[in-house]
């Protein structure tokens, strides 16, 4: 999973979740990818491995109106395998949302960016009034804005690598101005953010809050100008291979929770960037 894309600020779109591909099982890529096949791995071998962060979401910009787009999130690998990182969310006056992964939304008068084939979705659009779109995800296109609500992230996809099911990558709601009863969008499920909500006087209703580490979330969009968007959410790679082996970390690379043991296999959720191999 690459890193989710940054919100946008005033009426902006949600951040897309970080591109997503998964050879586990029966468990689908994003963007209605197909199951990779897995890799064969010599012990004793080093391996590659990069886990992208997310994008930051657009910074305050200041009473001149024109809203900031958020930053893509950066990509994440293994050995032959990348996925690419998450869309940022466009921002008032005709900035428009970018493509990634998973797209961004569009801000309240712009179209959602497209998300990367078998990866993820693409992010919704604007309302046309005051409500911005939500980002994509890994299992679904962000939702449309509306008048006075920003619209959903998209959600996430189901990954069983871990022994059980978990939704990751989830797209950023979109964030809504409105004068009356603003509300900002709806997280997508699998650590999207959600959307911030403003009146038009800028009093902030509520705040954008960022994707969640280590799923590729999108960051939430934001409903005004005179704070930051939400940030995407780090991207992670996750690794599954027999239990009679064990992973060795390279300088640069760590893992939260370590190596873990589910039945015959053995796993590890990987941040950073360097080389693995195994013993």
Request: glycine share 36%; aromatic share 4%.
């Amino acid at each position: 999973i690459a890193g989710g894309g940054g919100g946008g600020a005033q009426h902006g779109g949600g951040g897309g979740a970080g591109g997503y591909k998964t050879s586990h099982g029966s468990d689908s890529s994003g963007g209605g990818g197909a199951t990779l096949s897995t890799m064969t791995i010599s012990p004793a071998t080093n391996y590659s491995v990069s886990v992208g962060a997310g994008g930051n979401g657009s910074a305050a910009a200041g009473s001149n109106g024109a809203g900031l787009v958020g930053t893509q999130g950066t990509a994440s690998s293994f050995n032959s395998v990348s996925t690419t990182g998450g869309g940022g969310g466009g921002a008032y006056n005709g900035k428009n949302a970018t493509t990634g992964g998973s797209g961004g939304g569009g801000w309240n008068g712009g179209n959602g960016a497209a998300g990367t084939a078998n990866e993820g979705y693409a992010g919704g659009n604007g309302g046309g009034s005051y409500g911005a779109g939500g980002g994509g995800g890994a299992g679904s296109v962000g939702s449309n804005g509306s008048a006075q609500l920003g619209g959903t992230g998209g959600a996430g996809i189901a990954s069983t690598i871990t022994g059980s099911s978990v939704l990751r990558a989830g797209g950023g709601g979109g964030g809504c101005y409105n004068a009356s009863s603003p509300v900002g969008g709806t997280a997508g499920t699998g650590g999207g953010g959600t959307g911030g909500a403003a009146t038009t006087g800028d009093s902030t209703v509520s705040s954008p809050t960022n994707g969640t580490a280590e799923t590729g979330g999108g960051g939430g969009g934001n409903g005004t100008w005179n704070t930051a968007a939400g940030n995407g959410g780090s991207g992670s790679v996750i690794l599954r291979y027999p239990n009679t082996f064990s992973i060795v970390l390279g300088t640069g690379v760590a893992s939260t929770n370590g190596e873990q043991t589910d039945g015959s296999s053995k796993y590890i959720a990987l941040t950073g960037a360097g080389t693995v191999s195994w013993q």
